[in-house]
Structures are given as C-alpha cells and as structure tokens.
C-alpha cells in the first residue's frame, strides 16, 4: 500500500529517498491530474456507492454502453453473479439493496476500474476475498483482454505473484529482494519463508 500511495502521490517520496519514474519520467514532473487519470486502482476495501451495478461499474466512463459494462464484469468474473440477482444490472448495492459479498465488491470494482481503461492498474490485496481458482480466471483475463496496460498486484498471496514479470519483496517499508518468483524461491529470504508457508497450508487443506 505505501507504494500505491507514493504512486499515485498520495504523498511525495523525498529526494533523498530516491524518486519514482513512469516511462523514464519522474512522476513528480508529471501533471497530478494527469498523473492519477492513468492509474486505475482497487483497493482491498473498495467503496461502492447506493446506487445499480451499472452504475456502480460505468461511473468512471461517459456514456457507457451495457455490452462495455458486460465485458468488464465478465473480466472481473462477476458477471454470472450479477445475472443472478433478480433485477441483474439494475440491481441496487447497499442499504437499499443487495449487500454483496466481499468478494463480490471487489470484483465489481475491478470492474469499475477496467472502464477506466488506464495503461497502468494497481490491484491494492483487491484480490483477497475471492479463492485461488477465480484469482486465476481474473488475472488470466487482465491478462489477455489489457495485456498492453502495465499491471501491479500488491498482495500477500503467493499464488496471486508466481506469474508476474518481477516481484518486489518489501519487509517493514523496504525493499528486501527482487526477481522472478523461480529466483526468489531458489533463494532463502521472507518470499521463500512465505512460499513454503503457503504452500504447506495448502497442502493440509487439500
């Protein structure tokens, strides 16, 4: 999370700690408006408002199309649950309405995020509440339907990070290791710790 923040300038990284770039660019010499209106992110507690799904998915985007809502829910597999409900996509969230899951939020989120169609997506542990299996149907349809944007997946999941590019290990605020996870789990560190961890949980699961 503290790398989301300093991403999206939330607050300044000082000049002494170094600086951040995007495309060789040091993002405070970027337009902040600009700056945040090309990073999508979810967070591991999204907000959704009292309002329809669809509006709930298509407020990011003007004059937004039902078919763009639909591709974006069935990205972030959602879609079948919202076809469930009774109303479907005029279903309302909250108080007044359905109270979904927390899976489910999430889901609609990402989906209300991928409207924004952003070259860069920041993923905040968004992925924690649903299990592995759709995890893996999430990510493998980011993958193929915005496989242009550049993805971050900040997450304590093992399984969320084995197929990412590069995986940055932070340990109380700081970077502690850095590589593919075939490098980092050849190597002993807290990555390696966590795998087998993981792992073992989920073999006694099974």
Do not use: W
């Not at 069935?74 to 409900?85: M, Q």
């Amino acid at each position: 999370s503290t790398i989301m923040h300093l991403l999206n300038r939330l607050y300044d990284l000082e000049k002494e700690n170094g600086t951040i770039k995007i495309g060789g660019i040091n993002i405070n010499d970027i337009r902040l408006s600009h700056l945040r209106e090309n990073i999508g992110m979810v967070l591991q507690e999204p907000f959704l408002y009292s309002k329809t799904i669809k509006e709930n998915v298509g407020i990011t985007k003007e004059d937004v199309s039902i078919d763009e809502i639909k591709l974006a829910t069935a990205t972030a597999c959602v879609g079948d649950a919202i076809e469930s409900f009774a109303k479907g996509y005029d279903t309302i969230v909250g108080e007044r309405g359905v109270t979904l899951s927390g899976g489910q939020k999430q889901r609609v989120a990402i989906a209300r995020m991928l409207m924004q169609n952003t070259p860069i997506m920041v993923f905040d542990d968004s992925l924690s509440a649903v299990d592995s299996e759709t995890d893996a149907k999430i990510r493998a349809a980011l993958k193929t339907n915005r496989k242009s944007a550049t993805t971050i997946l900040i997450s304590h999941r093992i399984t969320t990070l084995m197929q990412a590019d590069k995986i940055m290990v932070l340990d109380k605020g700081k970077i502690v290791d850095i590589g593919t996870h075939e490098e980092l789990i050849k190597r002993e560190g807290i990555y390696k710790d966590i795998y087998d961890v993981q792992m073992n949980m989920s073999d006694i699961e099974g």
